[in-house]
């Protein structure tokens, strides 16, 4: 009772000193109008209300008052997520999903970094702490619930997520420091710089993080760098060039080898190229290379893209097409056995068209076709039609249909791995892409010039061939020997609501309060893998405020109920008690360029638990400062 009259107090102060004035009201009009805006529904600048899905964004703003340490901790909160804190056999320290199916092995989920796939091809998965992106790098993320295979192609079924970082600012110099430290060992350094000359600018960022984890065998370390450069030599014309790594260090309770490291790195072009006042163009290639020394394994990964934009009839048809390709190269005895080298290649076409029939009423459609030699091959082809009715000004209301293919991961189709000497995994390498068919309704409002926000979805999946694991094989002779194999084994329904209120005072002054229903059953009965996983109810409020005097703070609270869950890879399960979440940050700005802050996580109970791996998730708090140098105050 105490905890929740702390938080209704908190509510209290957002309420009484976010009041905004007149002025900043028209600054926070402009500011909403940007925000509005999103380009990865439909890889081209468009607004919110125009997209017949159900969209959420963080913006900086958010990212910097949360206080969050951990790149999956921004996701925590939003509607129709489940993010878990895990210590997974392959070293995943995270399991995220959109719209339930939570597992060490997250299929169907799209996560890109700048519009690079960070796809890992092994697990077909994301491996969220060894993603080289800092989060003082992050300007915005952008979240697609819901299947967006047509455009992004296998592995989209259930929604995309875009980490878009910053570009370099032009302008004077500006450096800036941060560091911090906590309970638990926790330390972390971070900087930036940014620089500019005539038509040439660039950043660089580097963060240094220690953590001694949630026991005495969890340890982690890591080092994470980034540079990003940007060249105009004209207008409607840049080109772009990447380059980061991700360096780890970790110990891990499930893993008896300690000191396991995990060394990534990447290099990526983007040219853009305007071609006229209706029409442009893009072209991106990456490079990637993952070094996994838990699973002895590594991974060279290969994107190329080429799309093109256009628009006709005063803007009311518009049009993107391209081609997607990536190679994979990929090299584990551990894993593969004797067939330690294994090669994907997928190709990926794809035409998306938006048609705006009258002032209320727009049609948005998409086509893509997969082929990949993973699985069971061939041509798979994935398409969605959607409509957006506006009866009223800022009302729409939406509608979708879709079906989308993922391809299954490498380990699926192709191991041959002993984890213990009595147990033996072998890869289907016939194992059919999983199939999802999804139905959604939607309804947005934006009231007030955009300071209060309404968004509801109500949606129905239909999930085949799903890639699970088939019922183990025991032999006696010569010695005991469990098989274990892969297949498409079960197919699953999956239904939720998801609600979201948001009413910003000013773009540095908000509240927010989000619930969501899922509930997933399946033919095979198979609770913890597919069912049972999902809690059915999640609920989330919270805000940010500017408290006067120099003083900001932030809260965040959730709750979410219990659940039963399985470890494909620890082979143990858990019942997963309700719990709830508070994650606080109160800063105090010296001066513009001197800020300090506390901050904190878990803060409503001391530990709970997350997932079946002996570990729970504690209550952290840490204390920091930040300073800035040069550019403009």
Known sequence: MKRLLAIALTAGIFFDQAVPSLAADEDAFQFFQEEAKVVTASRREQSVDQVPAAVDVITADEIKASGAVNLWDLLRFRPGMDVMDTRAVDGNRAIVSIRGFPQEFVHNIQVLVDGRSVYEPIGSTTEWDQLPVQMQDIERIEIIRGPNAALYGSGAGLGVINIITRKPQEGPTTAVLQSEGGNRGMVQTSGSLDSSAKDFAYRASYTFRQFDGFSSSDFFNSNKANVRTRWTPREGSSLELFAGGSWNRQELPSVPVSGDTFDQDFQMAKFSQKLGNHSSMEVLSSRSDSLDRINFSRVLQYDEQILQ??????????????????????????????????????????????????????????????????????????????????????????????????????????????????????????????????????????????????????????AQDLNNSTPPSISFSPALLVTQGFGNVNQAIARGFETEIKYAFTHANSIYANYTYEHVTDQAADSGDVTKNTPAHKANFGGIAQLGKGFSGSVNVGYKDNYFIDSDGLRTSAFIPAYWRLDARIAYAVNPRVDLFIAGQNLAVSTHEEFPDGLVVPRTYQGGVSLKFGGKE
């Open 309 to 462: 934009r256009f628009d006709l009839w005063n803007n009311r048809i518009n049009t993107t097409y391209g081609v997607n390709y990536r190679g994979l190269f990929a090299y584990s005895g551990f894993l593969f056995g004797t067939n330690a080298e294994q090669e994907e290649t997928l190709w990926n076409g794809y035409v998306n068209q938006s048609l705006q029939i009258s002032r209320q009423f727009a049609l948005t459609g998409g086509v893509s076709w997969d082929h990949s030699n993973i699985g069971s091959g061939g041509v798979e082809p994935n398409y969605q039609l959607g409509s957006v009715w506006s009866p009223v000004q800022n009302n729409s209301f939406r509608a979708s249909y879709a079906v989308s293919h993922a391809v299954p991961g490498l380990f699926q189709t192709a191991a041959n791995n002993s984890p213990s000497p009595n147990v033996l995994l072998v890869g289907d390498p016939n194992l059919a892409p999983e199939k999802l068919t999804s139905y959604e309704i939607g309804h947005r409002a934006s009231l007030m010039d955009g300071h209060f926000q309404v968004d509801s979805s109500l949606y129905y999946v239909i």
